[in-house]
């Protein structure tokens, strides 16, 4: 699964503001620019950016390793947010890969079973910049019978541009923006992005091969 950390707009806000005020103000200590304050100097502000987690391409993205499933990487992911507590959490599905294929399903389940929210990631990841706008308005409505069959009553409108693209022209970039809207979306931005799909496959390999010196290598990096 890729995996981004998104900072929720109104939050980052918040903390950018302080920072701000903190930088300029006659009594703050050790005035320097905001990127070289410590630690300690940030954590004493009243208000501080909190940091959702989001994972992109439920229910599955990269090759499978050996006698491993969908449903196990997708519970031990979940089980784990959850033991830790950690609220918020938004998974973007792609519904064409839940088609005809059980463990899929049965991984995306585990996921909102587990408490975990879903979004729309649209119905087989087309990147904006190459699609028109129609066609692109059409994969996220496609998307949407599986996310509403998967989260129930749950608020499931939120969207994330695959490929994190939102368009390679103004009038397009207007268009679905005005879309989303017209359809009640808010639009998760990222702010950080770890790309640990491409950890994924390197690790499959390895595996095959019981290359242990690269497993740790990768574990490692
Ligand atoms: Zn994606």
């Known amino acids: ?38 630690a300690s100097q940030v954590w004493r502000l009243k208000s501080h950016p909190s940091v959702p987690l989001t994972f992109d391409d439920l229910p599955a993205a990269g090759g499978l390793s050996p006698d491993d499933t969908r449903l196990r ?7 784990e947010l959850k033991a830790r507590h950690i609220k918020g ?9 839940l088609q005809g294929d059980p463990d899929s399903q049965q991984a995306l389940g585990a996921w909102v079973n587990a408490g975990m929210n879903i979004g729309n990631h649209t119905w087989s990841h087309p990147s904006l910049n190459r699609d028109t706008a129609a066609e692109f308005e059409r994969q996220i409505a496609l998307d949407e019978p599986g996310l509403s ?7 499931w409108r939120r969207f994330r541009y695959p ?38 496959d390197p690790y499959g390999r390895c595996l095959v091969q ?12």
């Open 1 to 38: 699964m890729g995996c981004a950390w998104l900072v929720s707009a109104l939050q980052f806000a918040l903390g950018a503001a302080a920072l701000a005020a903190g930088q300029q103000s006659p009594r703050a200590p050790n005035r320097q620019p905001v990127g070289h304050r410590t």
């Open 73 to 79: 990487i997708a519970s031990a992911l979940a089980n």
């Open 89 to 97: 959490v938004y998974g973007f599905v792609t519904a064409a890969d």
């Open 149 to 155: 069959q998967y989260a129930g009553k749950r608020d």
């Open 163 to 200: 490929y994190l693209e939102e368009g390679n022209t103004p009038r397009k970039r207007d268009a679905v923006r005005g879309w989303l809207h017209a359809h009640g979306y808010r639009i998760a931005d990222v702010t950080m992005n770890f790309e640990d799909d491409d950890w994924s």
């Open 210 to 221: 019981h290359d242990q010196a690269g497993i740790a290598w990768l574990k490692q990096s």
